[in-house]
């Protein structure tokens, strides 16, 4: 957060709900830049303000609206439900089976054998279906949070987010890639319904280990999974990104954070966050203006098509 030089009592924020200009009563969106007296707890629009950030109100007066935009953007979690939906009926079908399979069974051993027949099928218990196991379920939990991640990225005005992008010649997917004034970030939702995120270095005194920690299991191997996310990206749109850079992120659904955790910290590069500090994330100030991230977003776009 940037403070306004004229007015020491006012903060640049990017607001995390729509309110309402207190001199013109203009309506303030979710996603916008404004001014924020901590003291009346009133918000200032731009205009009334006279001043912002140069390259910020460049970028949001070239940028186009997301449904002008001649590319495909993508559907958030589409892929995801697609093999979430194939892997929850495989394994319906293969409980079916043997469901079948028992009752069978038990109708013939009792026809061939009519007491020691019936007495075996009494003893053995019967196979009944059972709830889908976690390999199943991760990828059906999965699908909701990509939805809700993109959802508040599309609500975020002045970028262009592109979800379930695709990696030519392999399986993989990128969840979600935002183009903002700062650089093109690279997100990965993760759904840990109740779980704690906590951040942990595993090091000594003069060397740093840090480790993610999520519902005390040590996943740091989800920071280190960006690296092809990143490098993908990368090469995707190398020759345009000049003096931008390519940020990777891990943002949470559903998980929780300590009192003293309030604000995103990174971990061996990457970002943790969750969704309601998105704006704040994606809006900082940078070196593109409206017609470089048009530029980048259809050049990543088309060399990234959608899953």
Same mark, same amino acid.
């Given at each position: 957060?940037?403070?306004?030089?004229? @007015?020491?009592? +006012?903060?640049?924020?990017?607001?995390?709900?729509?309110?309402?200009?207190?001199?013109?009563? =203009? @309506?303030?969106?979710?996603?916008?830049?404004?001014?924020?007296?901590?003291?009346?707890?009133?918000?200032?629009?731009?205009?009334?303000?006279?001043?912002?950030?140069?390259?910020?109100?460049?970028?949001?007066?070239?940028?186009?609206?997301?449904?002008?935009?001649?590319?495909?953007?993508?559907?958030?979690?589409?892929?995801?439900?697609?093999?979430?939906?194939?892997?929850?009926?495989?394994?319906?079908?293969?409980?079916?089976?043997?469901?079948?399979?028992?009752?069978?069974?038990?109708?013939?051993?009792?026809?061939?054998?009519?007491? &020691?027949?019936?007495?075996?099928?009494?003893?053995?218990?019967? +196979?009944?279906?059972?709830?889908?196991?976690?390999?199943?379920?991760?990828?059906?939990?999965?699908?909701?949070?990509?939805?809700?991640?993109?959802?508040?990225?599309?609500?975020? &005005?002045?970028?262009?987010?592109?979800?379930?992008?695709?990696?030519?010649?392999?399986?993989?997917?990128?969840?979600?890639?935002?183009?903002?004034?700062?650089?093109?970030?690279?997100?990965?939702?993760?759904?840990?319904?109740?779980?704690?995120?906590?951040?942990?270095?595993?090091?000594?005194?003069?060397?740093?280990?840090?480790?993610?920690?999520?519902?005390?299991?040590?996943?740091?191997?989800?920071?280190?999974?960006?690296?092809?996310?990143?490098?993908?990206?990368?090469?995707?749109?190398?020759?345009?990104? +000049?003096?931008? +850079?390519?940020?990777?992120?891990?943002?949470?659904?559903?998980?929780?954070?300590?009192?003293?955790?309030?604000?995103?910290?990174?971990?061996?590069?990457?970002?943790?966050?969750?969704?309601?500090?998105?704006?704040?994330?994606?809006?900082?100030?940078?070196?593109?203006?409206?017609?470089?991230?048009?530029?980048?977003?259809?050049?990543?776009?088309? =060399?990234?098509?959608?899953?």
């Amino acid at each position: 957060m940037d403070r306004l030089a004229d @007015t020491p009592w +006012v903060k640049m924020l990017v607001l995390r709900r729509q309110d309402s200009c207190v001199s013109c009563g =203009r @309506t303030v969106h979710a996603g916008e830049r404004a001014g924020w007296d901590s003291g009346s707890k009133t918000v200032t629009c731009l205009s009334c303000l006279g001043t912002a950030s140069t390259a910020t109100e460049s970028s949001n007066q070239a940028f186009p609206e997301p449904s002008a935009l001649a590319f495909d953007r993508g559907t958030a979690g589409r892929s995801v439900t697609r093999e979430a939906e194939r892997r929850s009926a495989r394994y319906e079908r293969q409980q079916e089976e043997r469901v079948t399979a028992d009752r069978v069974w038990r109708s013939r051993i009792k026809a061939e054998h009519p007491i &020691a027949g019936r007495l075996a099928a009494a003893v053995t218990p019967k +196979v009944r279906a059972e709830p889908a196991p976690q390999h199943v379920q991760a990828w059906v939990t999965g699908a909701p949070g990509e939805r809700k991640v993109g959802e508040a990225l599309d609500a975020i &005005a002045g970028i262009v987010a592109l979800h379930d992008r695709h990696k030519p010649g392999s399986r993989s997917n990128i969840d979600h890639i935002a183009v903002t004034p700062a650089g093109v970030w690279v997100i990965d939702a993760k759904v840990r319904p109740g779980k704690r995120l906590e951040l942990r270095n595993k090091g000594g005194l003069f060397a740093r280990d840090e480790r993610l920690i999520i519902g005390g299991r040590d996943e740091t191997k989800l920071v280190e999974s960006m690296g092809w996310q990143v490098e993908t990206v990368r090469q995707s749109c190398a020759d345009l990104l +000049v003096d931008a +850079v390519v940020q990777p992120a891990l943002c949470f659904v559903d998980a929780t954070v300590g009192w003293l955790d309030r604000q995103p910290w990174t971990v061996r590069g990457v970002v943790v966050c969750w969704r309601a500090v998105l704006p704040e994330l994606l809006l900082r100030p940078g070196p593109l203006d409206g017609r470089r991230m048009s530029e980048l977003a259809e050049r990543i776009a088309t =060399r990234l098509p959608a899953a």
